[in-house]
């Protein structure tokens, strides 16, 4: 290690940023470390809108899933995405929504998709309101959505 050089595993983050390159902001940051890691290490995306969150009245996926039966909204960042089929014939979407302290299951219908599509474009973050659902097969907790916003 050289002089004025910072060590690479015991940085703490106290550190000066290195001489002539500067700091990002926190949203750079996670644009950034997602981009060329798949996730953020610094930053929680709801992070960056917290206040947008507590503005909405988001309750966390923890607490969604305990309350079926009621209209409520959850905030987080999407980490899958499929599409299957109802019996009909319709496009039915599916969402695993992370939020700070745990996944909560999103279903959309095809008109709610076609509805709020554009909002859709990319990992998020996301609000979305909905009716918590308790499937009695799968025992857990979905949201079945009925609005959605892109935050930030």
Do not use: C
């Not at 015991?10 to 902001?25: C, H, K, L, M, V």
């Not at 988001?58 to 309350?67: E, F, L």
């Not at 509805?115 to 499937?135: C, F, H, M, N, Q």
């Amino acid at each position: 290690m050289q002089k004025g050089q910072m060590a690479l595993f015991n940085w703490t983050g106290d550190q000066p940023a290195a001489e002539g390159i500067p700091d990002w902001a926190p949203a750079e940051k996670v644009t950034h470390q997602e981009e060329i890691l798949g996730l953020s290490v610094d930053f929680h995306p709801l992070e960056l809108v917290a206040g947008q969150v507590e503005e909405m009245g988001v309750v966390t996926s923890v607490d969604a899933a305990g309350r079926p039966g009621q209209r409520l909204r959850v905030a987080g960042v999407r980490q899958s995405w499929g599409r299957s089929f109802t019996s009909r014939g319709d496009p039915i979407y599916f969402m695993a929504l992370e939020d700070l302290e745990g996944v909560v299951n999103v279903v959309i219908s095809a008109p709610v998709y076609s509805k709020y599509r554009s909002a859709l474009t990319d990992k998020g973050p996301y609000a979305i309101e909905g009716i918590v659902e308790i499937s009695p097969d799968a025992e857990e907790a979905s949201l079945r959505a009925e609005k959605i916003w892109r935050l930030g």
